[in-house]
Protein backbone atom coordinates (compact mmCIF):
# COMPACT_ATOMS: atom_id res chain seq x y z
CA UNK A 1 0.00 0.00 0.00
CA UNK A 2 0.78 3.85 0.02
CA UNK A 3 3.20 5.13 2.60
CA UNK A 4 5.52 8.32 3.60
CA UNK A 5 8.74 8.15 5.65
CA UNK A 6 9.80 11.34 6.78
CA UNK A 7 13.39 11.98 8.76
CA UNK A 8 13.27 11.63 12.26
CA UNK A 9 12.87 14.34 14.46
CA UNK A 10 12.83 16.36 16.47
CA UNK A 11 15.33 18.96 14.61
CA UNK A 12 16.89 21.70 16.03
CA UNK A 13 18.22 24.77 14.63
CA UNK A 14 19.46 28.29 14.71
CA UNK A 15 17.41 31.17 13.22
CA UNK A 16 18.51 32.37 9.64
CA UNK A 17 19.72 28.36 9.01
CA UNK A 18 19.08 26.18 5.84
CA UNK A 19 16.23 23.93 6.79
CA UNK A 20 15.69 20.63 4.74
CA UNK A 21 13.36 18.05 6.06
CA UNK A 22 13.77 14.77 3.67
CA UNK A 23 10.36 12.74 2.60
CA UNK A 24 10.29 9.70 0.28
CA UNK A 25 7.18 7.88 -0.50
CA UNK A 26 5.71 4.51 -1.79
CA UNK A 27 2.44 5.13 -4.31
CA UNK A 28 1.15 3.34 -7.40
CA UNK A 29 0.55 5.65 -10.00
CA UNK A 30 0.73 9.68 -9.72
CA UNK A 31 -0.08 10.60 -6.28
CA UNK A 32 -0.17 13.95 -5.34
CA UNK A 33 2.21 15.46 -2.95
CA UNK A 34 1.60 17.74 0.24
CA UNK A 35 3.64 19.23 3.11
CA UNK A 36 1.16 20.27 6.29
CA UNK A 37 2.25 22.52 9.25
CA UNK A 38 0.94 22.01 12.50
CA UNK A 39 1.74 25.30 14.56
CA UNK A 40 1.34 24.90 18.53
CA UNK A 41 -2.41 24.70 19.32
CA UNK A 42 -3.70 24.60 16.12
CA UNK A 43 -4.94 22.08 13.77
CA UNK A 44 -2.76 21.01 10.71
CA UNK A 45 -2.38 23.46 7.71
CA UNK A 46 -1.76 22.55 4.18
CA UNK A 47 1.97 24.64 3.72
CA UNK A 48 2.32 23.55 -0.02
CA UNK A 49 1.69 20.97 -2.45
CA UNK A 50 2.99 19.43 -6.17
CA UNK A 51 0.70 17.24 -8.16
CA UNK A 52 2.91 16.01 -10.98
CA UNK A 53 6.22 14.91 -11.24
CA UNK A 54 8.94 18.11 -11.66
CA UNK A 55 6.01 20.25 -9.98
CA UNK A 56 7.84 22.60 -6.89
CA UNK A 57 5.49 23.27 -4.27
CA UNK A 58 6.18 26.70 -2.52
CA UNK A 59 4.77 29.00 0.13
CA UNK A 60 6.06 31.41 3.06
CA UNK A 61 9.76 30.37 1.97
CA UNK A 62 9.33 27.11 1.93
CA UNK A 63 10.06 24.69 -1.29
CA UNK A 64 9.43 21.18 -2.01
CA UNK A 65 10.37 19.50 -5.29
CA UNK A 66 8.35 16.27 -6.73
CA UNK A 67 10.70 13.59 -7.52
CA UNK A 68 9.40 10.80 -9.66
CA UNK A 69 12.89 9.09 -10.12
CA UNK A 70 13.61 9.19 -6.30
CA UNK A 71 10.33 9.16 -4.86
CA UNK A 72 11.05 11.93 -2.68
CA UNK A 73 9.28 15.44 -1.46
CA UNK A 74 11.86 17.09 0.90
CA UNK A 75 11.27 20.12 2.40
CA UNK A 76 13.60 23.14 2.20
CA UNK A 77 13.75 26.46 3.62
CA UNK A 78 17.17 28.87 3.08
CA UNK A 79 16.95 30.47 6.43
CA UNK A 80 14.02 29.61 8.95
CA UNK A 81 12.87 31.64 12.21
CA UNK A 82 11.60 31.18 15.68
CA UNK A 83 8.08 31.54 13.93
CA UNK A 84 9.23 28.28 12.08
CA UNK A 85 8.65 26.04 14.63
CA UNK A 86 6.45 23.87 14.38
CA UNK A 87 5.34 19.79 13.48
CA UNK A 88 5.49 19.21 9.41
CA UNK A 89 3.68 16.42 8.51
CA UNK A 90 4.56 14.96 4.85
CA UNK A 91 1.68 13.43 3.03
CA UNK A 92 0.10 12.03 -0.36
CA UNK A 93 -3.10 10.95 -2.29
CA UNK A 94 -3.36 9.12 -4.98
CA UNK A 95 -7.13 9.89 -5.82
CA UNK A 96 -7.76 12.23 -8.77
CA UNK A 97 -11.50 11.27 -8.51
CA UNK A 98 -13.81 11.05 -5.04
CA UNK A 99 -12.95 11.58 -1.70
CA UNK A 100 -9.67 12.44 -1.50
CA UNK A 101 -7.59 10.02 1.30
CA UNK A 102 -4.37 11.53 2.38
CA UNK A 103 -1.84 8.96 3.70
CA UNK A 104 0.89 11.21 6.12
CA UNK A 105 4.34 10.86 7.48
CA UNK A 106 5.04 10.45 11.07
CA UNK A 107 5.68 14.44 11.29
CA UNK A 108 8.97 15.99 11.97
CA UNK A 109 8.95 18.74 14.92
CA UNK A 110 11.02 21.47 14.37
CA UNK A 111 12.31 23.97 16.68
CA UNK A 112 14.06 27.30 15.72
CA UNK A 113 16.34 29.04 18.65
CA UNK A 114 17.22 32.51 18.27
CA UNK B 1 -11.22 33.15 6.28
CA UNK B 2 -13.42 30.19 6.62
CA UNK B 3 -12.21 27.44 9.08
CA UNK B 4 -12.86 24.03 10.27
CA UNK B 5 -14.15 24.01 13.95
CA UNK B 6 -14.10 20.84 16.51
CA UNK B 7 -15.53 20.51 19.71
CA UNK B 8 -14.67 19.90 22.46
CA UNK B 9 -10.80 20.74 22.26
CA UNK B 10 -9.99 17.75 25.19
CA UNK B 11 -12.59 15.70 26.26
CA UNK B 12 -11.90 12.69 29.05
CA UNK B 13 -14.31 9.66 29.45
CA UNK B 14 -13.97 6.42 31.17
CA UNK B 15 -13.44 3.00 29.03
CA UNK B 16 -17.00 1.54 27.65
CA UNK B 17 -18.67 5.12 27.78
CA UNK B 18 -20.13 6.62 24.37
CA UNK B 19 -18.40 10.15 23.45
CA UNK B 20 -19.66 12.38 20.58
CA UNK B 21 -16.79 14.63 18.69
CA UNK B 22 -18.37 17.26 17.01
CA UNK B 23 -17.08 19.47 13.84
CA UNK B 24 -18.47 22.17 11.74
CA UNK B 25 -17.01 22.35 8.18
CA UNK B 26 -16.33 25.02 6.03
CA UNK B 27 -19.90 25.53 4.78
CA UNK B 28 -19.33 25.31 0.74
CA UNK B 29 -17.78 22.14 1.56
CA UNK B 30 -19.05 18.99 0.20
CA UNK B 31 -16.52 16.56 1.39
CA UNK B 32 -15.97 15.66 4.78
CA UNK B 33 -13.28 13.33 6.53
CA UNK B 34 -12.17 12.24 10.48
CA UNK B 35 -8.55 11.36 10.90
CA UNK B 36 -6.46 10.34 14.19
CA UNK B 37 -3.19 10.72 16.12
CA UNK B 38 -2.23 8.26 18.17
CA UNK B 39 0.45 10.27 20.66
CA UNK B 40 3.48 10.21 19.13
CA UNK B 41 2.65 7.89 15.64
CA UNK B 42 1.30 8.71 12.54
CA UNK B 43 -1.80 11.01 11.33
CA UNK B 44 -4.00 7.87 10.40
CA UNK B 45 -7.51 8.36 8.47
CA UNK B 46 -10.23 6.92 9.84
CA UNK B 47 -13.25 7.67 7.05
CA UNK B 48 -14.42 9.93 4.42
CA UNK B 49 -18.10 10.80 3.57
CA UNK B 50 -20.17 12.56 0.86
CA UNK B 51 -23.59 12.92 -0.14
CA UNK B 52 -24.91 12.05 3.14
CA UNK B 53 -22.94 8.30 3.34
CA UNK B 54 -19.31 6.96 3.99
CA UNK B 55 -17.51 6.82 0.99
CA UNK B 56 -14.62 4.95 2.19
CA UNK B 57 -13.40 3.69 5.50
CA UNK B 58 -10.36 2.63 6.82
CA UNK B 59 -9.86 -1.02 8.89
CA UNK B 60 -9.55 1.23 12.31
CA UNK B 61 -13.47 2.21 11.54
CA UNK B 62 -15.05 -0.99 13.23
CA UNK B 63 -18.85 -0.94 14.20
CA UNK B 64 -17.92 1.27 16.79
CA UNK B 65 -17.42 3.99 15.07
CA UNK B 66 -20.26 6.26 13.18
CA UNK B 67 -20.50 9.17 11.52
CA UNK B 68 -23.54 11.24 10.91
CA UNK B 69 -24.02 14.79 9.46
CA UNK B 70 -27.26 15.64 11.56
CA UNK B 71 -28.18 19.22 10.03
CA UNK B 72 -26.80 21.63 7.36
CA UNK B 73 -23.69 22.29 9.66
CA UNK B 74 -22.01 19.81 11.96
CA UNK B 75 -20.39 16.28 11.38
CA UNK B 76 -20.32 14.04 13.93
CA UNK B 77 -17.83 11.12 14.98
CA UNK B 78 -19.73 8.72 17.80
CA UNK B 79 -17.73 6.28 19.24
CA UNK B 80 -20.11 3.61 20.99
CA UNK B 81 -17.79 2.38 23.78
CA UNK B 82 -14.60 3.67 24.35
CA UNK B 83 -11.47 1.65 24.60
CA UNK B 84 -8.04 2.64 26.33
CA UNK B 85 -6.60 2.70 22.69
CA UNK B 86 -8.76 5.09 21.10
CA UNK B 87 -7.29 7.88 23.38
CA UNK B 88 -5.63 10.02 20.46
CA UNK B 89 -5.91 13.25 18.66
CA UNK B 90 -9.02 13.21 16.29
CA UNK B 91 -8.88 15.73 13.74
CA UNK B 92 -11.99 16.51 11.19
CA UNK B 93 -11.36 17.75 7.31
CA UNK B 94 -13.42 19.16 4.74
CA UNK B 95 -12.86 19.47 1.27
CA UNK B 96 -14.70 21.69 -1.68
CA UNK B 97 -14.54 18.82 -4.07
CA UNK B 98 -13.05 15.23 -3.72
CA UNK B 99 -9.49 16.31 -4.92
CA UNK B 100 -8.94 19.45 -3.42
CA UNK B 101 -7.21 21.16 -0.74
CA UNK B 102 -8.66 19.39 2.90
CA UNK B 103 -8.90 21.83 5.33
CA UNK B 104 -8.38 20.55 9.10
CA UNK B 105 -9.69 21.51 12.29
CA UNK B 106 -7.68 22.31 15.24
CA UNK B 107 -8.61 18.62 17.00
CA UNK B 108 -9.98 17.23 20.04
CA UNK B 109 -8.10 15.08 22.25
CA UNK B 110 -9.64 12.10 23.41
CA UNK B 111 -8.64 10.68 26.73
CA UNK B 112 -9.96 7.34 27.78
CA UNK B 113 -9.57 6.25 31.24
Known amino acids: GNSVTQMEGPVTLSEEAFLTINCTYT??????LFWYVQYPGEGLQLLLKATKADDKGSNKGFEATYRKETTSFHLEKGSVQVSDSAVYFCALSDRIQGAQKLVFGQGTRLTINP | EPEVTQTPSHQVTQMGQEVILRCVPI?????FYWYRQILGQKVEFLVS????????KSEIFDDQFSVERPDGSNFTLKIRSTKLEDSAMYFCASSERGHTEAFFGQGTRLTVV
Open chain 2, 27 to 31: SNHLY
Open chain 1, 27 to 32: ATGYPS
Open chain 2, 49 to 56: FYNNEISE
